[in-house]
């Protein structure tokens, strides 16, 4: 059975908002997914994406588990916080109208990357398909609810049709970033054109990091220069930075205890911690340690980076061969520097069907 394609157009109705995007497929398409073993879920936004089945399966795909889980790295990244990318009097790429109405949600962005959301995620259907869960985390801002759109795609069987690599040059600072859709890099164009020679009707475009990478990680976000080269680096020096900022403010008296702020931010992430480990039905020695490492070693460790993203790759779609949201990229983050001044990417092809 060839694959079935849909895109659904999605209205939050919160900031942060779950939509269960199985039961929408079947109340406006009916049983198309339960016709195929396989689903592929792509959302194309920066603060809008889906988890891995392994982690939803831990959650037993349930809105009451997913809650605390998410609920932890939005108190790590807390709105209103002192975010560069929220200073859009320094965001030089913006117009004075756009500055007007542009949100403040650096928070909702480092929320996403830190939780391991993804752009786009596939999903094995055993028997009837199971949730696959929307998340959002901007999902209402003070100009109203934002439209939102997920293309879904029905299939059975997948077969890998070219490998590549590709070396990405970083810098030599421990902390750096890599956008690959830069034009002045040519790594993203290369890859388009390279994609686009085999002719796929429905595919995946895997980029996942050479065995031998380590201190570096996968992301696909927006990438603006002050959230990822600012933000992000304070996140990766110390993962408290902005949670403990919250604590400050809360405080009666910051300045004659400061001790109490970083104090603070660890006693409430405790019982976020409990909080999600509950939903993920850890046991208490399990928390412990989780915990322990959180605070003691450095975000990097802790911050749910992966490596490797998947991209949706199309015959028919005007954004193809490779789509990507308006805002979307894929970007490599390292928090030590690359012994040899780049980094190795294998792309994978592969064809959906």
């Not at 879920?41 to 605390?68: F, I, K």
């Not at 603006?224 to 020096?237: A, G, I, P, S």
Request: glycine residues 6%; hydrophobic residues 40%; contains cysteine.
């Amino acid at each position: 059975m060839a694959p079935a394609e849909l895109t659904l157009r999605l209205t939050p109705r919160a900031r942060y908002d779950v939509i269960d995007v199985t039961r929408r497929v079947v109340e406006e398409h009916g049983e198309l997914l339960g016709r195929h073993a396989r689903a592929l879920y792509c959302s194309y936004h920066t603060t809008a994406g889906y988890l891995e089945q392994s982690l939803c399966a831990r959650l037993q795909y349930s809105r009451q588990r997913v809650d605390p889980f998410i609920r932890l790295f939005q108190r790590l990244f807390p709105p209103e916080g002192p975010y560069r990318h929220d200073q859009l009097d320094l965001r030089s790429e913006l117009s004075p109208a756009e500055r007007a109405s542009e949100p403040k949600n650096a928070d909702s962005h480092l929320a996403f990357i830190g939780s391991g959301l993804r752009n786009c995620v596939t999903y094995v259907h055993r028997g009837a398909p199971v949730p696959a869960w929307f998340i959002d985390l901007d999902g209402v801002v003070p100009a109203g609810s934002r439209q939102r759109q997920t293309t879904v795609v029905g299939y059975d069987r997948e077969t890998v049709v070219a490998e590549r690599e590709v070396a990405l040059p970083v810098s030599r600072h421990p902390v750096d970033s890599v956008n690959l859709r830069d034009p002045r890099l040519g790594a993203f164009a290369e890859l388009c054109g390279w994609a686009a020679g085999f002719g796929l009707e429905h595919g995946r475009l895997d980029l996942a990091l050479a065995p031998g990478e380590t201190h570096v990680g996968l992301t696909v976000n927006e990438y603006e220069t002050l959230l990822m080269q600012h933000d992000l680096v304070e996140v990766l020096r110390d993962p408290l930075r902005f949670a403990a900022e919250k604590g400050r403010n809360m405080l009666r008296h910051p300045l004659a205890i400061p001790g109490k702020t970083l104090n603070y931010a660890k006693y409430d992430l405790v019982h976020v911690f409990n909080e999600a480990m509950d939903a993920l039905k850890m046991s208490e020695s399990a928390v412990e340690k989780l915990l322990s490492r959180v605070l003691a070693v450095p975000a990097a460790r802790f911050l749910r980076l992966k490596r490797s993203v998947s991209l949706r790759v199309s015959g028919r779609d005007p954004r193809g061969p490779v789509v990507c949201g308006t805002y979307q990229s894929p970007i490599l983050v390292q928090w030590r520097p690359a012994a040899a001044g780049q980094r190795t990417l294998r792309a994978t092809l592969v064809e959906l069907s």
